[in-house]
């Protein structure tokens, strides 16, 4: 009687045991994947943001005493300047730099 007791909770412990990892396996993995698509689109809208923060304050500075934004390109340089969007170029550049730049501050993060 008692090895059949045994054998009965051996079974049914080993049975539980491999559903609670299972579970445990699905639920983190389920979890991780949410998380990482989540975190994925909170950075992308971030860059984002910044990037039309940045190409807006660009378009917006002009310099004392004349008028139109800073960069004044006319003529052919400044067709050329708008068919290859120099300046959301120049914010794409200046906002990864200083998000390296960022990450460098993190102790734990080694580039």
């Known amino acids: ?3 059949l007791l045994f054998k009965l909770t ?5 049975g ?3 559903m609670f990892g299972a579970w445990k396996v699905f639920l983190v993995g389920g979890f991780l994947a949410f998380l990482m ?3 994925y689109n909170l950075v992308s809208e ?3 943001e910044l990037l039309t923060f940045v190409s807006d304050q660009i378009a917006a500075l002009t310099v004392p ?3 139109g934004p800073i960069y004044q390109f006319t003529g052919l340089a400044g067709w050329f300047m708008v068919q290859f969007q120099v300046p959301q170029c120049v914010a794409f550049i200046v906002s990864v730099v200083l998000l390296k730049w960022t990450l460098r501050k993190i102790p734990f993060l080694r580039w």
């Open 1 to 3: 009687m008692g090895t």
């Open 46 to 48: 971030i860059i984002l």
């Open 37 to 39: 698509v989540n975190v």
């Open 65 to 67: 005493g004349s008028v």
């Open 10 to 14: 051996a079974w049914l412990g080993g």
């Open 16 to 18: 539980l045991f491999a």
